[in-house]
């Protein structure tokens, strides 16, 4: 079992910037891909960054590139994402999740994590 807590959302303006944590415990977090996924209102949860386990490979959804940035800290179990530059559209629930699949073409899908955090809520204003 791996369990994963994010923090750092909260209310931002337009333009702004954020750095999501995503502190894991339990199971080796080196041993995981990790992963973020975000979830509007009405919207299905969709994919915005995945990093491998030693941060060698990075993927980021096309839509987020040159604003967010993913990175992990393996010597404190901690994920991250900075997200700068942000939209009204960035609104969401941002997810962290860890996957054992080292088949990298999976990692923007969520069925190829198998644990998951609870969420924090980002909120932009325009």
């Known amino acids: 079992q791996v369990q994963l807590v994010e923090s750092g959302g909260g209310l931002e303006q337009a333009g702004g910037s954020l750095r999501l944590s995503c502190a894991a415990s339990?199971?080796?977090?080196?041993?995981?891909?990790m992963g973020w996924f975000r979830q509007a209102p009405g919207k299905e949860r969709e994919f915005v960054a995945a990093?491998?386990?030693?941060?060698?490979?990075?993927y980021y959804a096309d839509s987020l590139k040159g604003r967010f940035t993913v990175s992990r800290d393996n010597a404190k179990d901690t994920l991250y994402l900075q997200m700068n530059s942000l939209k009204s559209e960035d609104t969401a629930v941002y997810y962290c999740?860890?996957?054992?699949?080292?088949?990298?073409?999976?990692?923007?899908?969520?069925?190829?994590?198998?644990?998951w955090g609870r969420g924090t809520q980002v909120t932009v204003s325009s």
């Open positions: 999740a860890a996957s054992a699949s080292t088949y990298s073409p999976h990692w923007s899908r969520a069925d190829a994590y198998m644990y």
């Open positions: 339990g199971r080796t977090f080196s041993n995981f891909a």
């Open positions: 990093i491998s386990k030693d941060a060698d490979n990075i």
